[in-house]
């Protein structure tokens, strides 16, 4: 493609467009390791700091000295094991939903708040009976703060009109609740660390069914080694953490963006969305 005979609208487009997809980062024709960049980032700001201190700043310009510019936080995560300490602490004071939801707002123990745009806590109705639960935001959740708004969030959609049902029969979230980069998979240290927040958003909202959307989120929560092929369809017991042992029914299906890239796989999720129905019919 030819850049630089595109007008300033396509541009505007083709940018948005990769936005859209979750490409946010650019690749070079070089390889670049920035593990290393990381780590060297704290000597070099050592570095420059004398320099920096050496130039004075007229107080009279209302101007602020170099080294007082707004910048990234250089101080370093916390260990993963406090962070996660810390985490279990946090949820456990929740006794509400928004005290959950300021809890998250206020931990800083997970990298991976540090680059998304916006905390996505959760919608629909928190007094529904049915819970569901992804992976991680995407892009256009990151943008918005709410889980599932993107091209999945509108199958998800369809799929619960197929069975009689909206956004105000559930109550939608994700096991992380910051968009990874690049729309990645969650590291597993990134999902240990954000698990006791949504063990306790599902007690707190206490759903008589959980379904988890996808092979992470059904891995994660229910303890699952298979993958989402065999796993899905099948009902199992969700333990609720810190609730004395109680457990809550559970059943995972495919993640609306895998159906989105293997549309033929629409007819099992079929299946477990009828397998839903009739559960609720039950309740």
Same mark, same amino acid.
């Given at each position: 493609m030819d850049v630089q005979n595109l007008t300033r609208e396509e541009l505007v487009a083709i940018a948005s467009w990769y936005a859209d997809v979750g490409i946010d980062l650019t690749v070079g024709e070089l390889p670049r390791d920035r593990f290393a960049e990381a780590a060297a980032e704290p000597a070099r700001a050592e570095r420059r700091q004398p320099a920096e201190a050496?130039?004075?700043?007229?107080?009279?310009?209302?101007?602020?000295?170099?080294?007082?510019?707004?910048?990234?936080?250089?101080?370093?995560?916390?260990?993963? @094991?406090? %962070?996660?300490?810390?985490?279990?602490?946090?949820? $456990? *004071?929740?006794?509400? &939903?928004?005290?959950l939801r300021a809890a998250l707002e206020n931990f800083d123990g997970c990298a991976l708040k540090r680059t998304a745009n916006r905390?996505?806590?959760?919608?629909?109705?928190?007094?529904?009976?049915?819970?569901?639960?992804?992976?991680?935001?995407?892009?256009?959740?990151d943008r918005q703060g709410l889980p599932f708004v993107g091209r999945a969030g509108q199958l998800l959609d369809m799929m619960l009109r197929a069975i009689d049902m909206d956004r105000s029969h559930v109550y939608i979230a994700n096991v992380v609740p910051w968009r990874p980069p690049g729309n990645r998979t969650p590291s597993p240290q990134e999902t240990a660390i954000c698990l006791p927040f949504i063990?306790?958003?599902?007690?707190?909202? @206490?759903? %008589?069914?959980?379904?988890?959307?996808?092979?992470? $989120? *059904?891995?994660?929560? &229910?303890?699952?080694k298979e993958g989402i092929m065999r796993a899905r369809g099948v009902w199992r017991d969700f333990t609720v953490e810190g609730e004395g042992g109680r457990t809550i029914r559970a059943l995972?299906?495919?993640?609306?963006?895998?159906?989105?890239?293997?549309?033929?796989?629409?007819?099992?999720?079929?299946?477990?969305l009828r397998e839903l129905k009739r559960a609720v019919a039950k309740l």
């Open positions: 050496s130039v004075p700043v007229p107080q009279s310009q209302g101007r602020v000295a170099p080294r007082d510019l707004a910048r990234p936080s250089a101080t370093a995560a916390p260990p993963p @094991d406090e %962070a996660t300490r810390t985490a279990r602490e946090l949820a $456990a *004071a929740a006794h509400s &939903l928004d005290e905390l996505v806590f959760a919608d629909g109705n928190p007094q529904a009976r049915i819970m569901l639960v992804g992976e991680a935001p995407g892009a256009d959740e063990h306790r958003q599902i007690a707190l909202v @206490d759903p %008589a069914i959980v379904v988890c959307l996808g092979g992470s $989120a *059904a891995q994660t929560l &229910l303890g699952l995972a299906t495919l993640h609306p963006a895998y159906l989105l890239r293997q549309p033929a796989h629409k007819r099992l999720a079929w299946r477990d």
